[in-house]
């Protein structure tokens, strides 16, 4: 069933990009409330079933730091994560070039490998792992305002959570030599802003 699902969704999103009636560009900034912030950029092509819906396909990319330390070892990488988002979004009608809009979402990503360095502190030796990720599926919330720019597109700012986005997987359970190194944060909600900006009918 997931697998026809995943087909499903993956079709869906295709069709999208196929039939494309706009084009958006997101770029913003949140994190799980317990560690460093990151950065986060979106590209779609949106189909537009009427004037208040619509459907997205697109990349999701996430980029995060992570430092921490335990049990003689140390972490301090840079996380990145790229994902495929499919979106269905709804808009309220404008009323002076001003609207709301809401949105779900969900991703997985499209390299379903985690990569992880740790060191050990003592004899300043690093040891790199790499883990299936089991592709980290997510599903997502967003709402915010939008500005319309007459023949141009428009522009929207908005907030976004996730009851189960997992930047980190890679450094959770993690073990060296028998030794917990493990990301002692139990976290996975997320939340961030953005800035969006959407062209008219392409």
């Known amino acids: 069933m997931t697998k026809i699902v995943f087909a499903i969704l993956i079709a869906l999103g295709w069709g999208a990009n196929l039939r494309a009636q706009e084009l958006s560009a997101e770029a913003g900034f949140g994190g799980n409330l317990d560690v460093s912030p990151s950065l986060f950029w979106n590209l779609s092509c949106n189909y537009a079933f009427n004037d208040y819906l619509d459907a997205a396909g697109g990349i999701h990319v996430v980029r995060g730091r992570l430092k921490y330390s335990g049990n003689g070892y140390e972490v301090d990488d840079r996380v990145y994560k790229l994902n495929g988002m499919l979106s269905l979004n709804a808009y309220t009608p404008s009323y002076r070039n001003f609207g709301l809009f809401g949105g779900a979402s969900f991703s997985f990503e499209l390299l379903p490998v985690d990569f992880t360095t740790v060191r050990h502190i003592e004899t300043d030796r690093e040891y790199w792992k790499a883990r299936f990720s089991r592709f980290n599926p997510a599903c997502w919330l967003n709402a915010g305002v939008s500005y319309m720019i007459d023949d141009v597109g428009y522009w ?47």
């Open 156 to 202: 929207s700012v908005g907030v976004v959570y996730s009851p189960r986005y997992d930047l980190y997987a890679g450094y959770r359970n993690l073990h060296v030599n028998g030794t917990y190194v493990g990301l002692a944060s139990s976290s996975l909600h997320y939340w961030g802003l953005f800035l969006r900006f959407s062209t008219r009918d392409l």
